[in-house]
Each structure stands twice: as C-alpha cells, then as structure tokens.
C-alpha cells in the first residue's frame, strides 16, 4: 500500500493523508478529498486495494454540506455524510456528536466494571486481568487519541472506586477515597 500512498501523495498534495495498515483518511477541503477518494477507486485495484465509496464517511459541518455534497457527486462518488463519527478508535467530528459518544462508551464501560466486580466475587484475580489488559487499554487509548474529554470519566471513576476496588481487595466501598487512587 505504501507506493500506493505515495503516489497518492504526489498528485493530491494538498489534503493530508491519514494511513493506518489497509484504512485510509484525508483532511483537506472537499475538493481535494473527494479527488483523493477517485484516484483511490481509479488506481487502488493495481495495488489490491479496493475501495467502497458508500462504505466512506465524510465529516463536514451543515454549511460545508452541500458544497461537499456536489465535490464528490460530480466524481461519481456516493458517500456518508456525517458531523462525526469514529475512526482507528477514536472520534472526528462535532463537539456535540463527539459528547454523546463519549457518554456511550463511558456508560458501556461502568457496565464493564460493574459486571467485572460481580466476577471479581469469585475469581477476583482473573476479574483484576481483565480490568487490566482490557478495559484499563481501551479507555486509556481513548484518552490519548481524543482531546478534551476528562470530564467523562467521573461515572467509571466511582464505578471503580464504589464496585470494583471492594469486591478484588475486600475493602468496603465506603472506606475508598480519591487519594487511595492516586499513583
């Protein structure tokens, strides 16, 4: 895929091209995206790469929309348009869209923790492995990868604290503070 990229590179240069493995993005005015999305359809087949144009997403704000709309219509290009949505584990797009995102994936993990504390009951060193080599790596990549969302995390700060210390280290709930938490 790499000469594929470059060559992309060399004739749109002006979107920035986002490479992960066999996922590709670009940022960029819609122009030059919807031009980047075509020369992936057009010369991505000689390197195995196949694109899915109604699988794509673009993410634009409502004024932009239909300016983007036309980009990528007159290249024959029938793609989602979006405010927002989740890419390589992370999210593009609104503030708004981004919030209510955040809200779910936060809400599914206290679910983790709470269900991980009912486990931890019986088997609280296999319930501590999967806290920690699982869900522990998916928030904490989350936090890296989207900016400004610390506020979330309050809920799953309490699930852990209220739920999950007590049942692994058999320490009432009530007697877990902010400051047995701090490294």
């Not at 506020?151 to 320490?171: G, K, N």
Request: charged fraction near 25%; hydrophobic fraction near 40%; charge should be negative.
């Amino acid at each position: 895929i790499l000469p594929l990229a470059e060559s992309m590179r060399r004739e749109v240069g002006d979107a920035l091209q986002l490479w992960y493995a066999d996922d590709s993005g670009s940022a960029g005015t819609a122009r030059r995206n919807a031009e980047c999305l075509k020369f992936l359809q057009i010369r991505g087949p000689q390197y195995g790469y196949h694109v899915e144009p109604a699988k794509s997403y673009y993410v634009c704000k409502a004024v932009d929309e239909d300016v983007a709309r036309e980009e990528f219509h007159r290249r024959g290009l029938l793609i989602q348009f979006s405010r927002g949505c989740t890419y390589l584990g992370g999210f593009i797009g609104s503030s708004d869209e981004k919030e209510e995102w955040m809200e779910e994936k936060v809400a599914t993990w206290v679910e983790s923790v709470q269900v991980l504390a009912r486990i931890a009951e019986a088997h609280p060193q296999a319930a501590f492995a999967v806290y920690q080599f699982c869900l522990q790596p998916e928030w904490g990549y989350t936090q890296r990868v989207v900016a400004d969302i610390g506020h979330h995390f309050a809920p799953l700060e309490r699930a852990i604290r209220r739920y999950f210390i007590p049942a692994v280290t058999s320490i009432p709930g009530s007697e877990i503070t902010a400051k047995m938490r701090q490294p």
